[in-house]
């Protein structure tokens, strides 16, 4: 069985601040993908990344940063210098297993508050 | 824009009633799934379907049916709602790119059962 764990339920942050959002995954298999989606406040879920468990590198996009580290089943999700604008709640999700039917298994989600 | 749509949008029901959702696609995706979303619980699979009239179980089945007759609309049918139904309904597609895929979601359907 699949699961993510997103302990972090809310986050207030001053806006340009840094924030990391903590995703910790557990799975038996030994190929997987991870995802982060964001959801604003109109609702709508945005994809935001994919990483498959055989790439372990960061990768940066803008302000974003994900920093995916299989010794300790993590795939964290960093916003630098935080705007309004990245006020969501933000899921972490994992598929795993045989089959190609990539089934999405979410964590509960953090929501991120970013204010002047 | 991964061209779903989903009808109704918003919808209020009484216990007992039977609810059809719509998921309709444009872009011909073979992969298709229905999740619910509630306060603690994240986005939970409902059922999903890898063709025309190929569906399966997800992790939050129960009193809820699928049907895909066509490759576009993947409708999710509650046969007699209750409260506990009470959600946001997500239809998700499956997009391939070379050995990557990614689901796209919907707009979301919010049901009410009174």
Request: hydrophobic share 30%.
């Amino acid at each position: 069985a699949q699961k993510v764990t997103q302990a972090q339920t809310e986050i207030s942050v001053v806006e340009k601040e840094d924030v990391t959002l903590d995703c910790v995954y557990e799975t038996r298999d030994t190929t997987y993908y991870l995802f982060w989606y964001k959801q604003p406040p109109s609702g709508e879920l945005v994809f935001l990344i994919r990483r498959n468990s055989f790439d372990e590198q960061n990768e940066i996009s803008g302000r974003y940063s994900w920093n995916f580290q299989k010794s300790t089943s993590s795939f964290n999700f960093t916003i630098t210098a935080s705007q309004v604008v990245d006020s969501a709640v933000y899921f972490c999700a994992l598929s795993a297993g045989s089959g190609t039917a990539s089934k999405l298994t979410f964590g509960t989600g953090t929501r991120l508050q970013v204010t002047l | 824009d991964a061209g779903i749509t989903q009808s109704p949008r918003h919808k209020v029901t009484e216990t007992g009633t039977p609810v059809t959702l719509r998921c309709h696609q444009t872009e011909n995706h073979r992969y298709m799934y229905w999740y619910r979303q509630d306060p603690g619980h994240g986005l939970r699979l409902i059922h999903y379907s890898y063709g025309v009239k190929d569906t399966d179980k997800g992790e939050v089945s129960d009193g809820y049916s699928v049907s895909r007759s066509k490759t576009e609309d993947f409708l999710l049918t509650l046969e007699s709602a209750t409260s506990s139904q009470t959600s946001v309904y997500f239809c998700a597609i499956r997009q391939t790119s070379g050995s990557s895929s990614e689901q796209f979601f919907g707009p979301g359907t919010r049901l009410t059962v009174l």
